[in-house]
């Protein structure tokens, strides 16, 4: 395992990868400047900008659905891609063999489904802001909805869907080699539909612990990097959907 590891970080030093954690960095930074609009618009005051506290603030109109769909969009590239880097690795290792290997296509494709995701979030938080289930920062004002979104992550760990696509997730080079011959692109859409199949719930989790809470954010990437590896990733995604159960029934409890 260690040896793996080590020899995926020394590979890690080409310019598309610092291209794609520089990318990564990018979207966390955007997205703290998002998260914090009280500071932003003490720095509004000082320095006469109000551009960011007018992208974070989000309104139930064409330009409020835009600004969520970039919102997601940004979340869904920082948190999915530390994800996938482990796939990307043994993609890259996979090129030294073939010359038709193209890194920032496979990204492309990948990147593309989660854009998707990104426009379907984007719709529901527009669809729970205007029922007033939601706050405009997105964070729920139901203990219905926490319960539901809970519930719907915590069974969904167990379905045979997620196993399927965990499996493909903790087996990259027997992905890449099933499909090596559709190419980059299709490849980067194909690995994208396997990671949106691991994770579509958890990210959903957003309106439970806040859209635009870093803190959520983080550990829900370290959450579904560990569930997607091979040798301790097992031992993560019954115990996590037992725990995410329990806070959906906890949440229905309260309301009682």
């Known amino acids: 395992m260690s040896s793996r590891v080590a020899h995926m970080i020394r590979q890690m030093a080409g310019l598309h990868w610092l291209m794609l954690f520089a990318g990564i960095l990018l979207c966390w930074l955007a997205l ?6 009280q500071e932003l618009r003490t720095l509004s005051a000082i320095y006469g900008t109000d551009f960011w506290v007018a992208l974070c603030t989000m309104t139930p109109d064409a330009v409020g659905a835009l600004k969520m769909i970039l919102m997601w969009s940004l979340m869904s590239a920082a948190m999915m891609a530390p994800t996938a880097l482990p796939a990307f ?3 890259d290792d996979l090129g030294h063999a073939d010359d038709r290997i193209n890194f920032p296509a496979l990204v492309g494709g990948y990147l593309i489904v989660w854009v998707g995701f990104s426009v379907f979030a984007a719709l529901i938080q ?3 802001l205007r029922a007033n289930m939601v706050t ?3 964070d729920s004002r139901s203990a219905i909805l926490n319960g539901v979104l ?7 760990q167990f379905t045979n ?4 696509c965990l499996s493909k997730c903790r087996r990259p080079l027997v992905f890449f080699m099933q499909h090596w011959e559709e190419g980059p692109f299709r490849n980067g859409l194909r690995l994208g539909l396997v990671c949106l199949g691991c994770c579509w719930a958890l990210m959903l989790l957003g309106f439970v612990g806040g859209v635009m809470n870093l803190g959520f954010m983080a550990l829900a990437t370290v959450l579904m990097v560990i569930e997607k590896l091979p040798d301790i990733g097992r031992w993560v995604t019954t115990p996590l959907g037992v725990v995410l159960i329990a806070a959906g029934l906890w949440q229905f409890v309260n309301i009682i």
Do not use: E, R
């Open 161 to 164: 869907l997620k196993h399927a």
């Open 32 to 37: 703290f400047f998002m998260s914090a609009p």
């Open 126 to 128: 527009m669809a729970l």
């Open 150 to 156: 809970l519930l719907i992550a915590g069974g969904y």
């Open 136 to 138: 405009v920062f997105g």
């Open 89 to 91: 690795a043994t993609y």
